[in-house]
């Protein structure tokens, strides 16, 4: 009988290590990002994506705050590609210390029928659902909003919260079946072109000689 992998994907436990991290961001200053693509374990993969995509929700805020410059503007734009890479790349490192753990089992199955969606996938979704929580159950709090846009956001929040639910109990579904060696699912390279200087023609093209 295949024994269980060390890696347990419990996706009600990535949900509550992403709310914490959170809460506990927008009290303290983040961390800086070390090391993204090399992660030691599946816990650090998991904070490093949603650091990845914390920064970007509050970098796309400040590329549309009114008084903001053209030039700050691009700067932002900058640090949204930058934290946009890690994010990636750190999804990719989601799925490949799994499948490193799923291996050591003979999983997944390589018969068993292709899931087209990642576990690193899944957890990046649920990573932004985890802030669209936090930013819309703060607009719910608002002392200088109409009560009109306190009805709104909770209503918004109601959804919010119940579609990361649904697709957290995907994500345990889907774990399932791959220890059962009824799915599979292999790693996606995303392959991203802007950030390189030579499969961007907006800079190779201009760039001197």
Same mark, same amino acid.
């Given at each position: 009988?295949?024994?269980?992998?060390?890696?347990?994907?419990?996706?009600?436990?990535?949900?509550?290590?992403?709310?914490?991290?959170?809460?506990?961001?927008?009290?303290?200053?983040?961390?800086?990002?070390?090391?993204?693509?090399?992660?030691?374990?599946?816990?650090?993969?998991?904070?490093?994506?949603?650091?990845?995509?914390?920064?970007?929700?509050?970098?796309?805020?400040?590329?549309?705050?009114?008084?903001?410059?053209?030039?700050?503007? @691009?700067?932002?734009? *900058? =640090?949204?590609? #930058?934290?946009?890479?890690? !994010?990636?790349?750190? &999804?990719?490192?989601?799925?490949? $210390?799994?499948?490193?753990?799923?291996?050591?089992?003979?999983?997944?199955?390589?018969?068993?029928?292709?899931?087209?969606?990642?576990?690193?996938?899944?957890?990046?979704?649920?990573?932004?659902?985890?802030?669209?929580?936090?930013?819309?159950?703060?607009?719910?709090?608002?002392?200088?909003?109409?009560?009109?846009?306190?009805?709104?956001?909770?209503?918004?929040?109601?959804?919010?919260?119940?579609?990361?639910?649904?697709?957290?109990?995907?994500?345990?579904?889907?774990? @399932?079946?791959?220890? *059962? =060696?009824?799915? #599979?699912?292999?790693?996606? !390279?995303?392959?991203? &072109?802007?950030?390189?200087?030579? $499969?961007?023609?907006?800079?190779?093209?201009?760039?001197?000689?």
């Amino acid at each position: 009988m295949t024994k269980t992998p060390d890696i347990l994907l419990d996706a009600q436990a990535i949900v509550a290590l992403q709310d914490a991290l959170t809460e506990e961001w927008h009290q303290v200053s983040v961390p800086n990002a070390v090391g993204h693509t090399t992660a030691p374990d599946f816990t650090a993969a998991i904070r490093q994506q949603h650091q990845a995509n914390f920064e970007i929700w509050h970098l796309e805020d400040e590329a549309r705050a009114p008084h903001a410059t053209g030039s700050e503007i @691009a700067e932002v734009k *900058r =640090g949204i590609d #930058r934290a946009n890479q890690r !994010r990636n790349d750190v &999804m990719e490192r989601c799925d490949a $210390l799994l499948l490193e753990a799923l291996a050591q089992h003979g999983l997944p199955v390589p018969e068993a029928p292709l899931h087209s969606e990642t576990p690193g996938m899944i957890l990046d979704r649920l990573s932004i659902l985890t802030l669209k929580i936090f930013h819309t159950r703060e607009e719910t709090m608002r002392g200088d909003a109409s009560e009109s846009h306190i009805r709104r956001n909770r209503e918004r929040l109601r959804l919010l919260e119940e579609q990361r639910s649904d697709l957290a109990g995907c994500l345990d579904q889907l774990w @399932a079946q791959i220890l *059962r =060696g009824e799915r #599979r699912f292999k790693l996606y !390279r995303q392959l991203k &072109m802007y950030n390189d200087p030579s $499969l961007n023609p907006a800079v190779y093209r201009k760039s001197p000689g």
